[in-house]
């Protein structure tokens, strides 16, 4: 069952791989709630379920507009025969060209990076969010989460951004920036905070809620790269005494640009994810800081996420609370994410050891 907190609630999944929540279930229930209005932004859609939800709102009259990658609708090169769909991203055309019949407006993204978003905002008054793609594999191989927020100024913050979207007005060459979210949101005395990339630098933002650390902080991210300032601050933090522990999807970190070297080195306590069946890979972008505040959302800790890609993370909870029933809120949320990332480590997570990292140059001399 998922956590919920008022009008906050979070689904760790999905459950044919352990997790607690059925994550296709929560999205297509969250569509089937719409009597008015759907703005989705999400980077993939191959998920036959989750696309006839979306015309099924549609067909009701619900006013619908979508926006996707253009990555996983066309080819990179001429087909022999383009008149015929096929191929891996069959489903991706295919649904999309279903949604085009039903009378949906759809864009392709704009942005020549990654267009990495994945929200949907119903009726003006709800938000779902977090960093799962409507895809078969987002939904029943990939660990994910998502947050729905029932608050009208949370879900305003992201009609704002779904509109800038639409009009291609985000990534690398967009020559404005987005007015920074409304500071001071509480929902179900829960403080939420939203940012969006590339335009406010939500990798600083990460960097500020770790700094206010005093018990420890513990991570599970598909991504980290050492082109992040995360893992410095992280590495600083471990060398003031914060025990910080992280879960990483084996392939992505060991890559060559990965923060794992770094941060093994840093004493940061690091556990590999690696693919076992049904499990495909860790696609969390998930922290959580002292037990009581989570960030969430479609953002990895990357350079380009950063910088280059459409993004956005949520902050639940302010370790400078002080009122102690909000506090109580915010500890009961972030449990469960909490609870959710040592089950991770603990079913599918192998300890990376200093004596298994290369040998670096400073230590050959």
């Known amino acids: 069952m998922p956590v919920k907190v008022g009008k906050v609630e979070m689904y760790m999944g999905p459950s044919t791989v352990g997790g607690p929540d059925d994550l ?57 025969n383009p008149y015929q769909a096929g191929g891996k991203l069959k489903a991706n055309r295919d649904i999309h060209d279903s949604i085009l019949r039903t ?6 993204d704009f942005n020549t990076n ?10 003006s008054n709800a938000l779902l969010t977090g960093s799962t793609n409507f895809t078969d594999t987002g939904t029943g191989t990939n660990l994910n989460h998502l947050i729905i927020i029932h608050d009208q100024e949370v879900a305003k913050i992201y009609s704002r951004e ?22 001071g949101l509480e929902v179900s005395r829960l403080p939420i905070k939203v940012l969006f990339a590339p335009d406010h630098n939500p990798e ?18 598909f991504t980290f790269s050492e082109s992040s300032g995360i893992d410095d601050q992280m590495i600083m933090l471990r060398k003031a005494g914060i025990p910080i522990r992280g879960a990483l999807d084996k392939k992505q970190a060991n890559q060559d640009w990965s923060a794992k070297l770094p941060l093994r080195e ?29 960030i969430g959302g479609s953002f990895n800790f990357t350079g380009p996420a ?6 956005n993370i949520i902050i639940v909870g302010d370790l400078d ?43 050959l001399l």
């Open 24 to 80: 296709e279930n929560a999205i297509v229930n969250f569509i089937d709630g719409a009597q008015k209005k759907l703005d989705i932004a999400v980077q993939e859609l191959d998920n036959w379920n989750i696309a006839e939800a979306i015309i099924n709102a549609r067909k009701r009259g619900v006013t619908t507009r979508l926006v996707l990658e253009l990555d996983y609708l066309r080819s990179k090169k001429p087909q022999v």
């Open 103 to 108: 009378a949906i407006k759809v864009n392709s």
């Open 114 to 123: 990654i267009f990495h978003q994945k929200f949907i905002v119903r009726d």
């Open 162 to 183: 779904f509109k800038e979207i639409s009009q291609g007005r985000f990534g690398r060459y967009s020559m404005e920036h987005g007015e920074k979210p409304k500071e």
């Open 204 to 221: 600083m933002e990460i960097m500020k809620q770790m700094a206010k650390a005093k018990k420890r902080i513990d991570f599970a991210i």
């Open 266 to 294: 840093g004493e940061i306590e690091l556990y590999e994810i690696a693919p076992k069946k049904p499990l495909r890979k860790l696609h969390h972008k998930l922290i959580v800081i002292d037990k009581q505040l989570v």
């Open 306 to 311: 950063n910088l280059l890609n459409d993004e």
């Open 321 to 363: 609370s002080k009122n102690q029933d909000s506090i109580k809120n915010q500890q009961k949320f972030a449990k469960y994410a909490f609870d959710e990332i040592e089950r991770i480590i603990n079913t599918y997570g192998k300890k990376i050891s200093r004596s298994r990292l290369p040998i670096s140059g400073s230590q």
